[in-house]
């Protein structure tokens, strides 16, 4: 089974591509914001940084390198977190425009999710009467019929294009056969240990939000992987302090942010991601955990060292 981790490592999601400025005005999709925001998050004890970009104008999904290049270089001068960058991008997005920032900053790490699904949050817009931004209601809406496109020859060649940059990988596994799919990979020869996995719960279209299925996702990656990874979970929702909490204890890591939660507690908005981060560390220190630094998350995760980074 994976190693209990002797210290936690704290990831956050900033942004995302999921949730839309409607949702909350605490979500950061100006550059400026986002690194705030992310800046913030690291001061508050989140070792890596999950990162999407936003159109600074409508606050839409954007794979623009030129648009990451805004607030990446502001984060890596003003913090020693781990730029992670996405290559989920947005459901919408083509694999060359979800690949574009990745290659040209080659980061320590980048997400990589491990299977296509269908990927919906259209109850999210049930209840709103006016929008911000005119695309925002459509978009929301319309996931109802996303197909999120990750097919082996995709994933097969975001570790290729990516091979020669010493980055490594957030594996993003929304659902048990994701975790078959990365077996796969690592009997090609494609992922080497220690490798990162990221068990996603409470997405529609994915593995469900019930304690059960955390475990579940655990002792299958343990059975496939045996102490060749390194486990987190993160919690879409209401989910998200819960059952990142029952990762830990389980000797896993976590991750929170806007991205995955716009809440803080039941019923009420969480006003950064910062707030969602000293939340759950304050709950882990409780329960007796010690908070990874970003030095001890480089170190556990085998990352090549910020120096490293093409910004």
């Not at 704290?10 to 909350?24: D, F, M, N, Q, V």
């Not at 993003?172 to 990979?185: K, R, S, T, V």
């Not at 409470?202 to 060749?228: E, Q």
Request: some cysteine; glycine content about 8%; proline content about 5%.
């Amino acid at each position: 089974m994976a190693k209990k981790a002797s210290k936690v490592i704290i990831s956050c999601a900033i942004t995302g591509a999921i949730h839309t400025p409607t949702l909350s005005a605490a979500l950061p999709y100006k550059p400026k914001d986002i690194a705030r925001q992310a800046i913030d998050a690291a001061n508050a004890g989140a070792a890596i940084l999950h990162l999407h970009a936003r159109d600074p104008e409508t606050g839409s999904p954007t794979g623009n390198p030129d648009v990451f290049a805004q607030f990446l270089s502001e984060i890596h001068a003003e913090s020693d977190a781990v730029i992670n960058l996405t290559t989920g991008g947005s459901p919408t997005m083509t694999v060359e425009q979800r690949l574009a920032a990745a290659l040209r900053f080659r980061p320590e790490m980048c997400s990589l999710n491990m299977g296509s699904m269908n990927f919906a949050f259209h109850p999210m817009g049930g209840k709103v009467t006016e929008w911000q931004f005119p695309w925002e209601k459509e978009y929301i809406a319309n996931s109802e019929s996303f197909i999120f496109r990750n097919t082996f020859a995709d994933v097969a060649r975001i570790y290729e294009l990516m091979s020669d940059y010493g980055t490594r990988y957030e594996h993003e596994c929304y659902d048990i056969g994701h975790l078959y799919n990365l077996a796969h990979f690592v009997d090609r020869g494609l992922v080497k240990p220690p490798f990162f996995i990221q068990s996603v719960i409470g997405i529609l279209g994915g593995i469900g939000a019930d304690p059960d299925n955390v475990l579940f996702m655990r002792r299958t990656a343990d059975r496939l992987f045996g102490d060749d990874y390194v486990w987190s979970v993160l919690a879409a929702g209401r989910a998200q302090m819960p059952l990142t909490t029952q990762a830990a204890l389980l000797g896993g890591n976590v991750r929170v942010g806007l991205e995955d939660s716009l809440h803080i507690g039941r019923g009420k908005l969480a006003t950064s991601n910062a707030e969602q981060v000293q939340k759950i560390r304050r709950i882990l220190e409780e329960l007796g955990l010690t908070i990874a630094t970003p030095a001890e998350a480089r170190e556990i995760l085998a990352l090549k060292g910020k120096q490293q980074v093409r910004l």
